[in-house]
Antibody, heavy 122, light 106 residues
């Protein structure tokens, strides 16, 4: 059974940093691209970032480019996102998401975690 | 950049109804279009990928069609558990999602 478990969310002040982690199990982690998708309270889905199976190819939404960094540790079956210079508009539930394919550009999201809540407020 | 519209934004339907949701893109994306279902308080679930392929475990009353710039998701014989929000998503270049269609009970 595929499981994706996010951790690291919380309340943070604007301008500060936070790192989310996702523990993956139930599939061959280094065979698939992975993503972060977020959902602000009461809003729709927003793709945040993705990376290929090897971690060598990454992509970011314009809204987070230059502030967020996605990475993965295939030996530990973990996905990360380092979020710097956080803004109030980054407040959202952040989902760790598995891709059906190896490359993030294809973006077909077949398994989702339950999400980690990030609240950015002074 | 590809622009996308999804319609309607919401609809009311009854159990047993046939429901159709559409997504249109500003340029051709071939068949690279996915559909997701999200229930309140839950993570989204992939229903349809590459326009018409049914994800494993998804009931046969869900179907997708289309190519190029016009796509549809059809739910035949709507069931109580189908009341949810549905999102389309081009799986082409940089991923993004449509604004969603909320299906609620008439």
């Amino acid at each position: 059974e595929v499981q994706l478990v996010e951790s690291g969310g919380g309340l943070v002040q604007p301008g500060r940093s936070l790192r989310l982690s996702c523990a993956a199990s139930g599939f061959t982690f280094d065979d698939y691209a992975m993503h972060w998708v977020r959902q602000a309270p009461g809003k729709g889905l927003e793709w945040v970032s993705g990376l290929s199976w090897s971690g060598t190819s990454t992509g970011y939404a314009d809204s987070v480019k230059g502030r967020f960094t996605i990475s993965r540790d295939n030996a530990k079956n973990r996905l990360y996102v380092q979020m710097n210079s956080l803004r109030t508009e980054d407040t959202a539930l952040y989902y760790c998401v598995k891709d059906k394919n190896r490359y993030y550009g294809s973006g077909s999201f077949d398994f989702w975690g339950q999400g980690a809540l990030v609240s950015v407020s002074s | 950049d590809i622009q996308m519209t999804q319609s309607p934004s919401s609809l009311s339907a009854s159990v047993g109804d046939r429901v159709t949701i559409t997504c249109r893109t500003s340029q051709s994306i071939s068949r690279f279009l996915n559909w997701y279902q999200q229930k309140p308080g839950k993570a989204p679930k992939l229903l349809i990928y590459t326009a018409s392929s049914l994800e494993s475990g998804v009931p046969l009353r869900f179907s997708g069609s289309g190519s190029g710039t016009y796509f549809t998701l059809t739910i035949s014989n709507l069931q109580p558990e189908d009341f949810a929000t549905y999102y389309c998503q081009p799986s082409y270049s940089t991923p993004f999602f449509g604004p969603g269609t909320k299906v609620d009970i008439k």
